[in-house]
C-alpha cells in the first residue's frame, strides 16, 4: 500500500500522520517529487557550506565533466530523508543510517522522485529497513541504495508545520558594475582630505581592486599617521601635503581640472566644503549642466539596476533643476548599459494635482521629453512609488504605460524624500548602494564613514566607468 499526506485546498500540507513500526508493512512505499531550480542549489549550498564552482558558476561548469550546472548529489538525498521523516514512517522515525550511490547527475530543471519502500522488518528494535531510488522525469534512477531507521511506536497526526518565505539576497548588480571595469585602466582620483580611517581605506581598498590611483590631497602627516594607526600601507600612491581642508578641496578640484585627476573622491571633510569648491564659478568643475547626486541600487526585489535622484545635493530643486537632474540620470544609466532608460516622476499620487506642485512639474518634464528637451529616455509621471515599481498595481489603477512598474529611474520631488528612500531600502530591503554626483567636469564620489567596503567599491565603480564614458567621447570628438 501507498502512504499519502493529506493536502489542503492551496496545494500545501495541512496534516502530516505518521505509520507506526505495526502499521508499517514489507512492500509499502512512499514517495514526493521537486523540480531543481537555482534557488534550491543556492540554498543547498548556503545551509551546508558546500560552495563547489562545479554547483555555482556557469563558466566553470561548462567544462567540466557534465559540461553543465549540478546539483549536489545529497540534495536528492534530502528529498529521501524528507519522505521518510515526514511520510514512511514520518514523525518520530529516528534515522540510523543510509547507503546511497549516485549514479546520474541531476541538473537544473529536473524532476526528481524519490522513493522508498520496505524491505525488511526486524521486530527486537522495532528497525526497518528501506530501499531508496530517485529517478528523474525520464524515469532513469540518478540515485539509489538503503536506509535503515527506527520506526515510532506512538501514532502522530499534526498540522504540518508552514515553513518561512524565503528570499535570497543576490549582489549581481554591484558584480556586474564591478566586471564591467576590470578591462579598464586605473583611474587617478584626487581623494580629498583622507584623514581618519574609514576615508583612507576606502580609497586604498579601491586602489587594490584595480579601480583608480588615488592621489592622496590632505595633511601629509596626519595621513600617514593615519594610515600607521590603522596598518594602510600608503607608500605606493603620490601624496599632496597641503595645510587643512579646504585647501585640500581647493588642490583636488583643481588637479581635476588640469586633467591630472579624472574624478574627485570626498574625504574625511564636510560635503559642504568639498562641494563649494566644485561649484565656484571661477576655479570649480561647473558645466552647463546642472549637478546632482544619483544612488545606484540594487534591490533582490526588484529585477533591475534602480536609480534614484537627487537625494544627496539639491534639497529642493525647481523645474530647471530637475530638467537637468532627470537628463544627468539618462546618460549615467546609458552608461550602465540600460539601452533606454525609463524614467519615473514620483509623487504622493498618479495624477495631476494643482495642490500638489511635483505633480504639475511632472507633467511638465514629460512634455519636455515630448519637445526633445530632455533626451534619450522614457518619462512619465506623475507616478507614486508602488506604480512605478508594481505592474499589478500600475494596472490596478488602470495606469497604462511604457515607464509603470518597470522603472529604471527614479526622479524625487525633493532631497527629504529621496534620501528616506534611499535609505529605506538599503536597511529594510537589504539593497545595495552606490553613489555619484554627475554634472560637474568629473564624477564626483561622495562617501560616508556607515559605507561598507562594499559600497565604496560600487561607488568608485560607477565614478570608473563615467570617466571611461567621457574619455571614449572625447577621444570621438577629436577624431571627428
Same mark, same amino acid.
Given at each position: 500500500?501507498?502512504?499519502? =499526506? ?33 534557488? &534550491? %542549489?543556492?540554498?543547498? *549550498? ?47 522515525? =529516528? ?27 526486524? &521486530? ?19 540515485? *539509489?541504495?538503503?536506509? !535503515?531507521?527506527? +520506526? ?8 504540518? #508545520? !508552514? ?6 539576497? #543576490? ?24 584623514? &581618519? ?46 595645510? #587643512?581642508?579646504?585647501?585640500? *578641496? ?5 588637479? *581635476? ?12 571633510? #564636510? @560635503?559642504? !566644503?568639498?562641494?563649494? !569648491? =566644485?561649484?565656484r564659478k571661477e576655479t570649480g568643475l561647473r558645466t552647463s549642466s546642472r549637478i546632482s547626486h544619483v544612488f545606484v541600487m540594487n534591490v533582490p526585489t526588484y529585477p533591475?539596476?534602480?536609480? =534614484? @535622484? ?10 530647471? &533643476? ?20 525609463r524614467v519615473a516622476i514620483l509623487s504622493a499620487v498618479e495624477t495631476i494635482n494643482p495642490k500638489i506642485a511635483s505633480t504639475l512639474e511632472a507633467a511638465a518634464l ?42 529604471? %529611474? ?18 529594510? +530591503? ?51
Amino acid at each position: 500500500m501507498d502512504t499519502a =499526506i493529506d493536502v489542503g485546498r492551496n496545494g500545501s500540507v495541512a496534516m502530516i500522520e505518521n505509520v507506526t513500526y505495526e502499521e508499517i508493512e514489507v512492500g509499502q512505499s512512499a514517495s514526493l517529487s521537486r523540480r531543481l531550480s537555482a534557488t &534550491d %542549489i543556492e540554498l543547498f *549550498a548556503t545551509v551546508s557550506g558546500d560552495i563547489n564552482p562545479a554547483h555555482l558558476d556557469e563558466e566553470y561548469a561548462a567544462d567540466s565533466l557534465f559540461h553543465k550546472v549540478i546539483g549536489h548529489g545529497m540534495w536528492s538525498g534530502g528529498l529521501l530523508s524528507a519522505v521518510l521523516g515526514t511520510q514512511l514512517p514520518g514523525p518520530g522515525t =529516528i534515522y540510523l543510517g543510509q547507503d546511497l550511490r549516485f549514479k546520474r547527475p541531476v541538473g537544473l530543471g529536473d524532476v526528481i522522485t524519490a522513493t522508498v519502500t520496505v524491505r525488511e522488518k526486524r &521486530d527486537d528494535k522495532q528497525i526497518v529497513l528501506f530501499d531508496c531510488v530517485c529517478t528523474n522525469q525520464d524515469g532513469k534512477e540518478v540515485v *539509489a541504495g538503503t536506509a !535503515e531507521v527506527i +520506526a515510532p511506536s506512538k501514532k502522530v497526526r499534526r498540522k504540518a #508545520h !508552514e515553513l518561512p518565505q524565503v528570499q535570497m539576497i #543576490h549582489h549581481h548588480g554591484h558584480d556586474e558594475m564591478l566586471r564591467k571595469c576590470e578591462a579598464l585602466p586605473p583611474v587617478p582620483v584626487a581623494v580629498v582630505h583622507p584623514c &581618519d580611517e574609514s576615508s583612507l581605506r576606502g580609497a586604498v581598498e579601491a586602489a587594490e581592486a584595480g579601480l583608480i590611483d588615488p592621489i592622496l590631497v590632505g595633511p601629509a602627516a596626519k595621513i600617514r599617521s593615519v594610515a600607521n594607526q590603522c596598518g594602510v600601507d600608503i607608500s605606493r600612491y603620490r601624496l599632496i601635503d597641503v595645510a #587643512h581642508s579646504h585647501a585640500a *578641496a581647493e588642490t583636488g578640484v583643481r588637479l *581635476a581640472r588640469s586633467g591630472e585627476a579624472e574624478a574627485v573622491m570626498k574625504g574625511s571633510l #564636510h @560635503t559642504d !566644503e568639498l562641494m563649494g !569648491e =566644485i561649484v565656484r564659478k571661477e576655479t570649480g568643475l561647473r558645466t552647463s549642466s546642472r549637478i546632482s547626486h544619483v544612488f545606484v541600487m540594487n534591490v533582490p526585489t526588484y529585477p533591475r539596476t534602480l536609480l =534614484i @535622484t537627487d537625494a544627496a545635493i539639491n534639497i529642493y530643486p525647481t523645474l530647471e &533643476d530637475k530638467a537637468f537632474i532627470v537628463q544627468n540620470a539618462i546618460d549615467l544609466a546609458k552608461v550602465l548599459g540600460v539601452e533606454t532608460p525609463r524614467v519615473a516622476i514620483l509623487s504622493a499620487v498618479e495624477t495631476i494635482n494643482p495642490k500638489i506642485a511635483s505633480t504639475l512639474e511632472a507633467a511638465a518634464l514629460c512634455k519636455m521629453a515630448d519637445r526633445g528637451q530632455i533626451k534619450g529616455g522614457l518619462l512619465d509621471g506623475p507616478l507614486a512609488f508602488d506604480n512605478a515599481i508594481s505592474v499589478e498595481a500600475a494596472k490596478t489603477k488602470g495606469i497604462v504605460s511604457e515607464v509603470a512598474g518597470r522603472a529604471d %529611474i527614479l526622479v524625487v520631488p525633493d532631497l527629504e524624500a529621496g534620501n528616506m528612500l534611499a535609505k529605506q531600502l538599503s536597511f529594510l +530591503a537589504n539593497a545595495d548602494a552606490a553613489g555619484v554626483v554627475l554634472g560637474a567636469r568629473v564624477p564626483i564620489i561622495l562617501t560616508s564613514r556607515a559605507d561598507t567596503v562594499r559600497t565604496r567599491l560600487a561607488s568608485c565603480a560607477v565614478a570608473v566607468l563615467v570617466a571611461a564614458a567621457r574619455r571614449r567621447g572625447a577621444q570621438t570628438a577629436v577624431a571627428e
